[in-house]
């Protein structure tokens, strides 16, 4: 009876140290959950960060060419006069 019990505590204490390296485990990948979203993040943070920066260069160079092609128009509109 001696041996069985021992041999339902070594059992009991194999999965209580299967279970802690699984908690161990798990706490580690939380981590690194973690700290992969935090740099997705900040990576999706500084796109559109860049994206807004194009955007706005874009806008203001489109508003430029605009003002270079009415402007051609009105001297090619004086040229005609």
């Keep these: 009876m001696i041996d069985e019990f021992k041999e ?3 059992t009991l204490s194999d999965l209580v ?3 802690q390296s699984f908690a161990e ?3 580690e990948l939380k981590k690194k959950y973690s ?3 935090e740099r997705l993040i900040e990576k ?3 796109l559109y960060s860049e994206i807004s920066k194009v955007s706005k260069g874009y806008e203001e160079r489109n508003s430029e060419l605009e003002l270079e ?4 128009r009105d001297h090619n509109i004086e040229k005609k006069d």
């Design 35 to 37: 700290n992969e979203r």
């Design 17 to 19: 140290s299967k279970y």
């Design 69 to 72: 092609v009415k402007s051609e």
């Design 25 to 27: 485990e798990n706490e």
């Design 44 to 46: 999706i943070r500084e």
């Design 8 to 10: 339902k505590n070594d």
